[in-house]
């Protein structure tokens, strides 16, 4: 398995990511991605701990040492293991990095027990998944098309999805965009898929694709959103942006152009089937579902601590109406790490006997994880409230002789200095106000899928599994009760007989 150092080092291959119109030479030290990096490196230095690897480290099936998640799961126990491993890993970020290198064993961790989904490629699968194990690299993913002009039907804008344009003996050529690679600059490959039906018209299945791709083919480009930890640089000191200086995991659009895939790292081709549907069939919700769930309760355990200590600091928390929203907060937190444990408990069986943490828990995290962390963050805003917006502009306010003793005595708080009280208070905005916290609402919010999608999926997967049918016939055991004339079972007593009575 990767060291940090051997992961920043693995970063330093001449790839192509630009951020303010400029192309970034090394992504290590540019002010844009260098703590970010060192955040990651730090996780994989944790790998090689004697203390912490008792809890991230396992051996799989070949003998090889890896994280908990890149192992085939067989059991419920395997499940929990790997539950507590990915919580040690978020834990340092404070669940603020959802595509860590853990994350894509959500389907690297499936290759072995699933290869005999990727017909044709099965043995490159196996490979990957060994690889993957070995080595655990941080692999991002991009399985959606732009949004181009929705308007227009899929093959009208098929010159921007990823499709091959050329095959050779030794592999195919690759063109087209892919969002949004998440932590894509800081990955050593990407993955590409399709996330849904995708039917390009006229029989072409140029689309139909699934790959890896290293960071620094020929031909690969990163185009990455503004950076905020760069902005933490500029605007102010790790006591303004303590999240945000360190945690910023870069969003990018991944532009392939005329890039060159070698057969050993293809997993589908031409192959419509496979390609659609991959992400029902090989358990990757349930997976990725999984991952997102622990590291949101490990998010959800560090905000009740935020809002524990900010109510405290303000002298509030023993106000009735704020306990109710604290208790809400826990409340939330709860349900979440309940729906990890049921997801590991109780777990789906797949293909060759793998275990699959529960569907049900998967989808409904689905549907309450975005409405959850909205939530939490209405409560910050209504229950700290004006405090979040006196905080002085920056640290240096504090150095200012002629500011600091006005700072010290109008913005102190309960049992706390002024300088410890605006310490956490940047803190909670940086979570939630700044640029950094108002791109984490957007993206719990469509970190399973849009919000009519997972919806829908809830109910298919209810539909499909017949749970569907036992709910209706659970309220039709009830509505058979009675009818017109009175009760129809014994068990009560009709109307017309007491009269008689």
């Known amino acids: ?205 140029s689309h139909a694709l699934i790959f890896f791709v290293p960071m620094n083919a020929p031909g690969l480009k990163m185009i990455s959103r503004q950076s905020y930890e760069l902005n933490a640089a500029k605007n102010g000191t790790p006591f303004d942006y303590p999240l945000s200086s360190r945690f910023d995991e870069n969003d990018a659009v991944i532009v392939l152009d005329n890039v060159f895939i070698p057969w050993e790292d293809v997993l589908a081709y031409k192959n419509v089937d496979v390609s659609n549907n991959f992400v029902p069939q090989t358990a990757f919700v349930n997976r990725f579902s999984f991952h997102g769930a622990t590291r949101l309760a490990v998010k959800l355990n560090f905000m009740a601590g935020l809002l524990l200590k900010a109510t405290e600091g303000a002298g509030t928390n023993q106000f009735r109406g704020v306990q109710v929203n604290i208790g809400e907060v826990l409340a939330l937190r709860n349900m979440m790490w309940s729906l990890t444990t049921a997801m590991a408990s109780d777990p789906d069986t797949g293909m060759n006997g793998v275990a699959v943490p529960n569907s049900v828990a998967a989808n409904a995290y689905r549907v309450l994880a975005p409405n959850t962390w909205v939530r939490v963050k209405n409560i910050f805003e209504q229950v700290v409230a004006g405090g979040l917006i006196q905080l002085p502009s920056s640290s240096k306010d504090f150095l200012n002789e002629d500011l600091r003793p006005h700072i010290d005595k109008y913005y102190r708080g309960t049992g706390i200095s002024a300088e410890e009280r605006v310490k956490l208070l940047k803190m909670v905005w940086d979570a939630i106000g700044s640029e950094f916290g108002g791109r984490h609402e957007l993206y719990e919010i469509n970190y399973a899928g849009n919000t009519e999608n997972i919806r829908i999926e809830a109910l298919k997967q209810a539909e499909a599994s017949g749970a569907a049918d036992a709910y209706k016939a659970f309220a039709e055991s009830a509505l058979a009760d009675y009818d017109l004339n009175g009760w129809t079972n014994e068990t009560w007593a009709n109307t017309s007989e007491l009269v008689r009575q």
């Not at 693995?10 to 192509?16: A, C, I």
């Not at 990727?118 to 941080?138: C, I, S, T």
């Open 1 to 205: 398995m990767l060291t940090g150092k051997e992961y920043l080092e693995s970063l330093r291959d001449g790839r192509e990511v630009y951020v303010n119109g400029e192309k970034v030479e090394d992504v290590t030290t540019h002010p844009a991605f260098r703590n970010a990096a060192r955040s990651y490196a730090r996780m994989y230095d944790m790998l090689h701990d004697s203390e912490a690897s008792k809890k991230l480290v396992t051996v799989n099936e070949f003998g090889d040492k890896t994280h908990w998640f890149f192992k085939t799961p067989s059991s419920s126990e395997d499940l929990l293991h790997t539950r507590d491993a990915i919580a040690e890993w978020s834990k340092l970020n404070y669940g603020f990095m959802g595509r860590t290198p853990d994350y894509k064993a959500s389907f690297i961790g499936h290759l072995y027990g699933y290869a005999d989904y990727y017909k044709g490629f099965e043995d490159n699968a196996k490979a990957w998944y060994r690889k993957g194990a070995k080595e655990v690299p941080f692999v991002n993913h991009t399985i959606i098309n732009p949004q181009v002009d929705r308007s227009k039907p899929l093959h009208e804008n098929k010159d921007v999805f990823v499709r091959a344009v050329e095959e050779r003996d030794d592999g195919i050529v690759v063109s087209g965009a892919k969002m949004v690679g998440t932590s894509a600059p800081l990955t050593n490959y990407n993955f590409v898929a399709n996330y849904g039906p995708r039917d390009l018209g006229g029989g072409d299945q």
